[in-house]
Nanobody
Framework: VQLQASGGGLVQAGGSLRLSCEAS????????IAWFRRAPGKEREFVAA???????TAYRDSVEGRFTISTDYANTVYLQMNSLKPEDTAVYYC???????????????????WGQGTQVTVSS
């Protein structure tokens, strides 16, 4: 599985960005896909995930209600980020796994495939 993340950029607090993660190399419907982020000096953390077939989603508490993960059911997962805050500044990575787990369990599994990061910077 190859993953290509894009869509990062610089935005003011309160603004929006949409990240995209394009997957290739394996049947898209067999994958759960997640977004993680790593801020400077901090550990990588789970942000959101969407399960096989887009039937289930999960979010970390701090982005619930502001971020939305979705899929085109073809080969791309999106992360719509609204009401961005300076603390959302990080490098965002997409990851995939051939797993059938659902819900918040997707936040805790080990993902086998990773894309390159895309920088998101939110200015105050």
């Amino acid at each position: 599985v190859q993953l290509q993340a894009s869509g990062g950029g610089l935005v003011q607090a309160g603004g929006s960005l949409r990240l995209s993660c394009e997957a290739s190399g394996r049947a898209f419907s067999t994958l759960a896909i997640a977004w993680f982020r790593r801020a400077p000096g901090k550990e990588r953390e789970f942000v959101a995930a969407i399960g096989r077939g887009g039937r289930t989603t999960a979010y970390r508490d701090s982005v619930e209600g502001r971020f939305t993960i979705s899929t085109d059911y073809a080969n791309t997962v999106y992360l719509q980020m609204n009401s961005l805050k300076p603390e959302d500044t990080a490098v965002y990575y997409c990851a995939a796994d051939r797993t059938s787990v659902t819900g918040q369990v997707m936040a805790r599994i080990k993902y086998d495939y990773w894309g390159q990061g895309t920088q998101v910077t939110v200015s105050s």
